[in-house]
């Protein structure tokens, strides 16, 4: 979010999945990168019948997918894994 002090230089602009919705600084031009980190997940439910889990993570956003690598047999597996969306121009 936007410090209250400093909102009035920021606009809201639609996000490339028609959904969303991100704030840029007024007059910014040019490619927008959106940084989204997945550090780690926790308590995963039991989803095969041998009682283990190999869990990851899948991001969309627009036409991009990203996806964690696969970790093996936890139910609370830790990524650390950092993604970079492209926003569209302001």
């Given at each position: 979010?936007?410090?209250?002090?400093t909102a009035s230089r920021y606009k809201k602009v639609p996000a490339a999945d028609g959904?969303?919705?991100?704030e840029i600084e007024e007059g910014a031009s040019g490619k927008r990168v959106v940084e989204v980190t997945i550090l780690r997940g926790?308590?995963?439910?039991?989803?095969?019948?041998?009682?283990?889990?190999?869990?990851?993570c899948e991001l969309f956003y627009g036409s991009e997918k990203f996806k964690?690598?696969?970790?093996?047999?936890?139910?609370?597996?830790?990524?650390?894994q950092t993604f970079k969306f492209m926003v569209k121009d302001a």
């Open positions: 979010a936007v410090p209250a002090a959904e969303a919705e991100i926790e308590h995963l439910p039991k989803m095969d019948t041998f009682g283990t889990i190999d869990g990851y964690t690598e696969t970790k093996m047999n936890t139910y609370s597996p830790e990524w650390n």
